[in-house]
C-alpha cells in the first residue's frame, strides 16, 4: 500500500536520535491513514490514536530536554509550539474518541502539514546549534527511546 507520508532526507535534521523518532511518528500517521483506506474499526483507529498522543509527548520531551542540556536560546518559543501541537493532537484523539469527529483525509493532511512543517521550520532551527555544541549526529547503538518504544509496542 502507498505510504501517505515518506520519509525523506529532507526530514532529516542530522541527528540521528532525533531524525529516528520522527520516523516513528511518521509511521504513526501512516498508520491512521491505511486504516481509513481499509475501513478499519474506531478501536483501531483510536489505538493508533493513542499511541501518536503519546508518542508525541514523549518525542517533545526528548526534544525539550536536549535544548534544556544544550541551553538553546529559543528554548521558552520551541517548548510553547510543542505545548499547542500537543494539545491539538490531545484535542482530536477526545473529539474521536467522543464520535464528535472521526479520522478523515482532512485530519490526516492536517497531521502530515503539522509534522512536515514543524520539522522543515521548528527542528531545523536547532538542528546546527546542537551539533555545534557537541551532540553527536549519529548513534552507534539504537537510543533507548526507540528501544523502549518497540519493547512496549510489539
Known amino acids: 500500500m502507498k505510504k501517505f507520508i515518506d520519509w525523506t532526507e529532507e526530514l532529516s535534521v542530522g541527528i540521528q536520535e532525533i531524525d529516528e ?4 511518528l511518521i509511521d ?4 491512521l491513514y491505511e486504516s ?7 478501536q483501531e483507529v483510536n489505538e493508533i490514536l493513542t ?3 503519546q508518542y508525541t509527548i514523549v518525542h517533545f520531551a526528548v526534544e525539550e530536554s536536549l535544548m534544556r542540556i544544550f541551553d538553546y536560546p529559543d528554548y521558552e518559543g520551541h517548548k510553547k509550539i510543542h505545548q499547542e501541537l500537543q494539545q491539538q493532537v490531545i ?5 474521536v474518541k467522543e464520535n464528535q469527529a472521526s479520522v478523515s ?7 502530515k502539514n503539522w509534522l ?5 521550520v521548528e527542528d531545523q532551527k536547532y538542528s546546527p546549534f ?3 555544541r557537541g551532540l553527536k549526529g549519529s548513534w552507534s547503538e539504537r537510543s533507548w527511546v526507540g528501544k523502549i518504544w518497540t519493547f512496549v509496542h510489539k
Open 51 to 53: 499511541e501518536l498522543v
Open 105 to 111: 483525509m482532512d485530519l490526516l493532511k492536517f497531521l
Open 91 to 95: 484535542d482530536l484523539h477526545k473529539k
Open 116 to 120: 512536515s512543517q514543524h520539522i522543515f
Open 130 to 132: 546542537f551539533l555545534e
Open 36 to 42: 481509513i483506506v481499509k475501513q478499519t474499526d474506531n
Open 28 to 31: 504513526l500517521i501512516n498508520r
Open 21 to 24: 523518532q520522527h520516523k516513528i
